[in-house]
């Protein structure tokens, strides 16, 4: 077999074209814009990159963001002041903290200080919570952007058995929640591997979906996968290539050659899953200014 390819350009194409829609008709019964507050801690060029994208997809859909950048050496307490100050703005829908952030701060803090009705990346454990037990939530964006990519595409989850490799809060964690709720795009069986599995081939082979958010180039090649397989893959690490005109390249966890043999549908690195996050972004924070999820 060799992989069909889930296009995450096309589909956060379409995705942001419906916000875009959306918004104008908020805009034109007379609420004012949705508003995205953008926090920034330090200068990572990649965070810098992803929020470049957020803040440039905000303007094609009409909602109003701002970036505020603030110095490294930021304490914890001077961060979540900044953020107390969002949340009591009235005219600020959504607060996203960019991660990660230096170490000398803990980012469940900062992430608990976000008002829940604001947190549009679905990571304070209200949301959390709630989600894991089907209410309506704020879900996490790049989960989010998985789950419309499967439904897009026809990929059934009923039943499967989906495997997740990486067990972050980001990404791992809620994408296995998501998938294997009874109430939602899932009712998958779900697996979770991470830096303590044991032969993680044993479950990534036995995979009809598989997901990995790890963050480490070439960790799955075609021998770890069965014939057929879904592979989502989240990984983006930019590895240094001087024949390029940025001197890097954008590479994912799967070794794209050998998986995508096997693969029937597997993600591109870059184009795959890393726009839809920034599409499901725009869709959580319209949500947020309509205060669809948290009426008040
Ligand atoms: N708070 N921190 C918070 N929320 C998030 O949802 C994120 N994430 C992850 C890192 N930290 C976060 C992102 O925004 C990863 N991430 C992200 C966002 C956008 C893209 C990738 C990761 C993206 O646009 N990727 C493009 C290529 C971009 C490039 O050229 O560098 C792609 O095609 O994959």
Same mark, same amino acid.
């Given at each position: 077999m060799s992989a069909s390819i889930l296009d995450g350009v096309m589909l956060a194409g379409?995705?942001?074209?419906?916000?875009a829609a959306d918004v *104008?008709?908020?805009?034109?019964?007379?609420?004012?814009a949705p508003k995205l507050q953008v926090i920034l801690v330090g200068e990572n060029p990649a965070?810098?990159?992803?929020?470049?994208? *957020?803040?440039?997809?905000?303007?094609d859909v009409g909602i109003e963001s701002d970036?505020?950048?603030?110095?490294d050496t930021i304490s914890e307490i001077e961060l979540t002041e900044v953020i107390g100050d969002f949340n009591r703005d009235e005219?600020?829908?959504?607060?996203?903290?960019?991660l990660p952030i230096p170490a000398h701060i803990t980012p469940l803090s900062v992430i608990e200080a976000i008002d829940y009705r604001k947190d549009v990346d679905g990571f304070h454990p209200m949301n959390v919570g709630r989600m894991s037990v089907g209410q309506p939530c704020f879900r996490p964006c790049t989960p989010a952007g998985i789950i419309e990519m499967l439904r897009h595409y026809s990929i059934p989850t009923k039943?499967?058995?989906?495997?997740?490799v990486g067990a972050s809060n980001i990404v791992g964690s809620p994408a296995a929640i998501l998938l294997s709720r009874e109430n939602t795009t899932g009712k998958a069986t779900t697996?979770?591997?991470?830096?303590?599995? *044991?032969?993680?081939? *044993?479950?990534?082979i036995s995979a009809d979906i598989l997901i990995v958010a790890v963050g480490q180039p070439g960790l799955v090649t075609g021998q770890m996968v069965k014939e057929g397989v879904v592979v989502i893959d989240v990984g983006i690490t930019r590895v240094a290539d001087h024949t390029t005109e940025r001197g890097y390249r954008l590479t994912g966890d799967c070794d794209f050659d050998s998986v995508s043999e096997k693969a029937s549908w597997i993600t591109p690195v870059?184009?795959?899953?890393?726009?839809?996050?920034?599409?499901?972004?725009?869709k959580n924070t319209l949500l947020a200014a309509k205060k669809s999820i948290y009426p008040r």
């Open positions: 379409k995705v942001r074209e419906s916000v *104008k008709s908020w805009v034109e019964r007379g609420y004012r965070s810098s990159a992803y929020v470049g994208a *957020k803040t440039r997809a905000c303007e970036t505020l950048i603030l110095p005219a600020t829908d959504g607060i996203l903290v960019q039943g499967k058995h989906a495997v997740v697996t979770i591997c991470h830096k303590f599995t *044991k032969d993680l081939t *044993k479950h990534t870059p184009g795959g899953v890393g726009p839809m996050t920034v599409a499901m972004l725009m």
